[in-house]
């Protein structure tokens, strides 16, 4: 089965952190690139982060720069997104993305081919 499963998400106080891995099953992740997308409800999705896989090359969100990281896991097929200084705006689903190829990491969601079904963070004030 082709998929990709975020986890990680849960409840966290404003300023703390939360780590959130996406595993890739039947995809592979390896020479592509893969971002981050965050969506609330009644919001349109919105970009976070991406990197292409050797992590030379990295994209972020403004909104989120300077907080959050985005990394390969220790598992082969695995990327990460190390969230700190946690946010009252941060909440949201987040999900994570295979690019269609290694080279673009902007924001448009039409250069990702594969999703995950998210997973959700709650920062509480």
């Known amino acids: 089965q082709m998929q990709l499963v975020e986890s990680g998400g849960g409840l966290v106080q404003a300023g703390g952190s939360l780590r959130l891995s996406c595993e890739a099953s039947?995809?592979?992740?390896?020479?592509?690139?893969v971002g981050w997308f965050r969506q609330d409800p009644g919001k349109e999705r919105e970009f976070v982060a991406a990197t292409n896989w050797s992590g030379r090359n990295t994209n972020y969100a403004d909104s989120v720069k300077g907080r959050f990281t985005i990394s390969r896991g220790n598992a082969g097929n695995t990327v990460c997104l190390q969230m700190d200084s946690l946010r009252p705006e941060d909440p949201a689903v987040y999900y994570c993305a295979r690019g269609k190829s290694n080279r673009d990491l902007s924001a448009a969601d039409g250069n990702f081919a594969y999703w995950g079904q998210g997973t959700q963070v709650t920062v509480s004030s």
């Open positions: 039947g995809i592979l992740l390896g020479g592509y690139a």
